[in-house]
């Protein structure tokens, strides 16, 4: 049963009341997430988003495409509930949990802390800088990825105690790879390329 309620950031929901939720006009590519209880919706995704999204996860894909016995999951835009004493159901751009982890993916959501988040950041920068930051070092999440297609850098971050440290600033020179993940080799011109002259005439 979906919720009827007209859905606005800040209003208060439980866990049930947010999975039935639903935005009026099924076009609407709206991401919503439920932090500390309350809704948040963040706007529609650009395109450049959505293309840096496609590149990261093909490189995902490519890679466990060498793998006889999958050793990881990865999964686009998908609700996670993070382990908090408030809801807290977030989506990031990119999810991987490896087979060891005893994260459980069901239907509808990813219920515990993955091995690694990967957010693009978008308009709202502070969100995915500061509290996203904070709010996947407290679920105890290993790397936290952050994407700037804008400045067309990824900043790594590792788990340390309860926070998180940077392994460096990674620009389009670089090639991104990760201990948990051995053999997986990102080149980040790969990533942030740019788009053939005719294609970005087009409108």
């Known amino acids: 049963m979906t919720t009827t309620m007209e859905p606005r950031s800040g209003m208060q929901l439980t866990v049930a009341e947010f999975m039935d939720l639903d ?12 932090d500390d209880g309350k809704l948040y919706i963040m706007p529609r995704p650009r395109i450049a988003h959505q293309r840096t ?14 793998f006889d016995e999958i050793p990881f999951d990865v999964h686009p ?3 996670v509930a993070l382990p908090s ?4 159901l977030f989506a990031p751009d990119l999810t991987v949990i490896l087979r060891s982890n ?10 515990g802390a993955p091995d690694i988040v990967v957010e693009i950041l978008s308009s709202d ?14 679920a ?3 790397e936290y990825w952050i994407v700037d297609e804008l400045n067309r850098t990824v900043t790594p971050l590792e788990l340390s105690g309860h926070e998180y440290v940077e392994r460096g600033v990674l620009t389009d020179d670089d090639t991104l790879t990760t201990v948990l993940l051995p053999g997986l080799e990102i080149p980040l011109a790969d990533i942030f390329r740019e788009r053939s002259r005719s294609q970005s005439g087009r409108g």
């Open 140 to 142: 105890g999440i290993a």
């Open 125 to 138: 920068r502070r969100r995915d800088l500061v509290r996203k930051r904070q709010v996947y070092a407290e």
């Open 53 to 66: 999204q496609g590149r990261l996860i093909q490189h995902f894909f490519n890679f466990l495409d060498t």
């Open 23 to 34: 935005l009026p006009d099924p076009e609407d590519k709206r991401k919503l997430e439920l």
């Open 85 to 88: 004493a408030l809801p807290r």
């Open 77 to 79: 835009d998908v609700v």
């Open 102 to 111: 005893e994260a459980v993916v069901s239907e509808r959501m990813i219920e």
